[in-house]
């Protein structure tokens, strides 16, 4: 059973401060998103990565994908309040069409 | 461009009455689709996903049943609501692999939120 855990579960962080969510999966995946949800909304895309080495980034959040050890980060820089939010991410096991597996979820709150 | 449907956005329901929550999508053909739930302060799970009309798979036994009458809507039914089945619902799309790039995001609509009392 492919397992897909987040941590922290929980992180509270300081404007300005940098910190990095981190998303370890049990089996092999050639795919891995991340989604960003805000409270009583739904969920929005904010990186596919498709390949080991995967580097993408948007403004002060950057995803990277390590294949081989089946980890994948979120990178926050300088926070701003306004990326409070909880931050998910999805794994595609290797031959599975396009059903995603979700990691528990990290919560983050940026204090002023 | 595409866009995601789902009603009712709320919803509150005894316990043993019925269920029809219905997603539909715009702007694209033969998309694959997928119902996903939250429970309250969790992550999500996969129920159901349709990579055509009538083609349903079922990732987790339970209390409910999903069906795709069209190409472009999906439906997500229950005979009889359960305490256990309160939580947000979710549907979402992706680009059917054999038309498109199969490793675009899945794209979620805005959800329907459930209280079976």
């Known amino acids: ?112 | 461009s595409q866009t995601i449907h789902q009603w009712p956005a709320t919803l509150v329901q005894p316990v043993g009455s019925p269920l029809s929550l219905e997603c539909t999508v715009e702007g694209t053909s033969n998309p694959n689709l997928y119902w996903y739930r939250q429970a309250a302060g969790r992550g999500l799970q996969l129920l159901f996903y349709s990579v055509g009309i009538g083609q349903i798979s079922s990732e987790v036994p339970q209390n409910l049943s999903a069906s795709r009458p069209q190409d472009r809507q999906f439906i997500l039914s229950s005979k009889k609501l359960l305490l256990s089945d309160s939580g947000f619902y979710l549907c979402a799309w992706s680009v059917d692999e054999a038309s498109g790039n199969p490793k675009e995001t899945q794209y979620f609509g805005p959800g329907t939120r459930l209280l079976v009392l």
């Open chain 1, 1 to 112: 059973e492919l397992k897909v855990e987040q941590n922290p579960l929980f992180l509270s962080m300081q404007e300005g401060k940098n910190y990095t969510i981190y998303c370890n999966y049990s089996t092999t995946s050639d795919r891995l998103y991340w989604y960003r949800q805000d409270p009583g909304k739904s969920l929005e895309s904010l990186f596919v990565l498709l390949s080991n080495g995967a580097v993408k980034q948007e403004g002060r959040l950057m995803a990277s994908l390590d294949t081989k050890a089946r980890l994948s980060t979120l990178h926050i820089t300088a926070a701003v309040h306004d990326l409070s939010a909880t931050y998910f991410c999805a794994v595609v096991p290797t031959g599975t069409a396009s059903k995603l597996t979700f990691g528990t979820g990290t919560r983050l709150q940026v204090t002023l």
